[in-house]
């Protein structure tokens, strides 16, 4: 009951802080809140299955250019669940390759792939935009008669996609499938001998992260009024990776404290220093140093036991 309350109480207080942000870090929260249900999606492949993957980008651009295609000719109601359905799509026709290798191989594996989306986006440019992207009309971001491209409506959408999104990271976490999960970063072999099949569990588990990744690439097209290249970028398969080693690996609110974090980290440094990178480098250092598992677990270590 304690890790639902708190769950419930990280909603109620984005709910209630947009009363107070102000503007630029009003819609700065709504990105980190998308963002961070692309980091929940990484944090089910890497931090609770063990799938350390560098092609994330491939399933969070799949959504995003599924929407973002699919929304100049056809409601936003319709074409947000359609990029959803994409990013699932892609991450289990991946998955039904990637992952006949394990370790270092997978990941290599699934860095090809994501290159490979990248430069399929930038050869298709009279569809895609190529590397310059392309912008959505204020038209075609209205989703269930709410304008996506005002503050209020942006805001309330991404609290909603977060708010389901978080919640059902805590049920997957905590039934027995993420047991299994767990089971299997821990101890394939011994899983194996149990009678778990390694190969399905690790498929599901992908397919569920490239949902998570469709939903946030979706969302991000229509709250943001941009589809581009650079999302498909390895930039942002490494991006999650960080977030979710800051927040807390296997920690299902430890993608949402490290995607706020960096993202202000580097918003704050950027405005002293050129060197923001520099800063955001020694920060992860000092974080790899003094705790390695990350903020919350780190926490969950040192006391708080049952957050999941």
Partial sequence: MKALALHLA?????LAVQFVLPPYHYTNVARVMVLAVYAMGYNIA?????????????????GMYATGLAVQGAPALLALPLGMLAGAAMALAVGLLALRTAGVAFMIVTLMFAQAGYLTILY???VTGGDEGFVLAREARMLAGLDLSADGPRYLTALAIFGVALLANLALVRSGFGRVMVAMRENEERSR????????TKLIALTLSGLYSGTAGAAYALMFGYVGASFA???YSILPLLWVLLGG???VLGPFVGALLMFYLIDLSSSVTDASNLVVGVALLVLVL?????ILGTIRERGARWLP
């Fill in 10 to 14: 990280l909603i109620a207080a984005l």
């Fill in 46 to 62: 890497f931090g609770y299955t063990g799938l350390l993957s560098l092609g994330h980008a491939l399933f969070f651009a799949a």
């Fill in 124 to 126: 298709y440019g009279p």
């Fill in 193 to 200: 001998m149990l009678g778990y099949d390694p190969f399905r």
């Fill in 233 to 235: 970028a390895i930039q």
């Fill in 249 to 251: 690996a296997g920690t």
């Fill in 290 to 294: 003094f705790a390695p598992k990350g």
